[in-house]
């Protein structure tokens, strides 16, 4: 099995390699209660170049359950690259002197591979555009793990935004490396990549594309919804022209299995009505939880 150095897209991992990151993420449960000074000599940098909470302060809880130390930026504004025009090339150069490990969240598509390249440490894409969020696919597929009790088997609903959503293609591409069915439900103007549903049909995936809730509800053992990408349309009536269309109401969770699960990567607008908060299928609080395990297990995995 390949060492894990850099995590940029899920498609640098194999199936063994994620099956080593979920175990010791359940390994890290109990760390993450007791805390341990594992990685007390290393120092993590978080430049987010966009808005975040809970991926920067599940990373930051993760490193200090670990022993480790935190620096960075949360807001570009207060960067020399947002305010002075410096280089995401020479930030990099920068920060590598001061870090033992970047995380990195930028609004531009092939970004966190860009800073790579640049850089003399290990760098972990936290949200690079509309392309790719790793580290959420790995705690999403943990949750579904933990919650399931397998991945294998299940038939999964990913609802929402599928075109903008960088969540739900880093989820399908990891999806690929499972035995799974997959309904693939957003308006027609947001449908999934064809390059992931191809690869997920390759993988030899049961998937299928449908254009309602309904469809997406009935017989799913996860649903998981995501967020209209409103700021990364380029044209706001293309928005407005599916606002609100995919959403999920107490009525929708009636017509779920019992034991289903929602998930979602947060944070929500209005597709999760807060009446079915307290419904036994919302795990989506509880998910949140898991991205401070899985993301001990990446940091711990790659730094020692
Ligand atoms: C997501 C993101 O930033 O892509 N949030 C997260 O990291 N949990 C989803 C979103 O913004 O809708």
Sequence with gaps: MGRIYNLISIQDLSRETIDLILDTAHKMESVAAERSNELSNKIMAVLF???STRTRLSFESAMLRLGGSVLGFADVTTSSAG????TLADTIRTVERYADIIVIRHPLDGSARVAAEFSAIPVINAGSGAEEHPTQALLDLYSIKKMKGKIDGLFISLCGDLRYGRTVHSLG???ANYDVSINLAAPESLRMKPAIVDEMRKAGLKVREVNSMDEALK??????MTRIQKERFPDVREYTAVQGKFRIDSDDVAKMKRDAIILHPLPRVDELDASIDTAPQAKYFDQVYNGVVTRMAILKLILS
């Design 49 to 51: 170049f966009e808005a």
């Design 83 to 86: 305010v002075k025009g410096e």
């Design 173 to 175: 591409m990891a999806l």
């Design 219 to 224: 017989d799913a053992d996860v649903v998981y």
